[in-house]
């Protein structure tokens, strides 16, 4: 059983920045996407950006130009680099991992935004 582990989440001022991380729990397992999605209290959960492990990226278009994604894919890791941060980004943000039809998750790191 492959799990996705999250870090890099916590408290921080707008305009600040906060970097996540997420690794897959063992190696020798490769993901088609890797990607981070948010949910704030009371909301739908929402893409905010994924890979492909060619490189190929997407992001939510509230967080272009302010969040880049990347990967290491011989450390099956996936980083969200999170710039000018607002309280709208306030969300547990969960990583995601595509393989083979599959869909992973990981257990949901929260970053908190204070005005």
């Known amino acids: 059983q492959v799990q996705l582990v999250e870090s890099g989440g916590g408290l921080v001022q707008a305009g600040g920045s906060l970097r996540l991380s997420c690794a897959a729990s063992?190696?020798?397992?490769?993901?088609?996407?890797m990607g981070w999605y948010r949910q704030a209290p009371g909301k739908q959960r929402d893409l905010v950006a994924v890979?492909?492990?060619?490189?190929?990226?997407n992001y939510a278009d509230s967080v272009k130009g302010r969040f880049t994604i990347s990967r290491d894919n011989a450390k099956n890791t996936v980083y969200l680099q999170m710039n000018s941060l607002n309280s709208e980004d306030t969300a547990v943000y969960y990583c995601?991992?595509?393989?083979?039809?599959?869909?992973?998750w990981g257990q949901g790191t929260q970053v908190t935004v204070s005005s």
């Open positions: 063992r190696s020798g397992v490769s993901f088609n996407a």
């Open positions: 995601n991992g595509k393989r083979i039809g599959l869909t992973y």
């Open positions: 890979i492909t492990s060619g490189g190929y990226t």
